[in-house]
C-alpha cells in the first residue's frame, strides 16, 4: 500500500470486534448490519486532518472526542488528541474497501 486509502477518508468507522483476530481490528461503515451489541467504538478520519473518536460513557451515552492525524508514513497515520486525557496512538492500515478496514493499532 503506498498510500492512505481515499475509501478510508470521509466516513465513519465502527468497530466489528467479533471479526478481529489476534493484534488486527475490524471496521464497517455505518451501514452494515452489525450483531446486536451494548456498545460500539468507532471513529471519523476527514481530509482535512480531523479525527472524531466515537466511544461511550459510563451511563452508555455516546461520547465524542475530537483530534487530528496526519500520516506517519504511506500506510500508518498518527492520531492526537491534544490536550484530551486519551493517549496518541497509530494506526497501520493493512487492507481497505468500501466494506471492511483492517486495521493494526500502534501505541
Known sequence: MTQIPSKFVDKTW???YEEDVD???VYRPTTYKFPLS???RGFEIKKDGE???HGFGPTDKTTKINGNWKNETPNVI?????KEQNKSYKLKILSCDDNILRVEKIN
Open 14 to 16: 465502527i468497530h466489528s
Open 23 to 25: 493484534n488486527i481490528q
Open 38 to 40: 451494548r456498545g460500539r
Open 51 to 53: 479525527f472524531i473518536q
Open 78 to 82: 498518527k492520531v492526537d488528541f491534544g
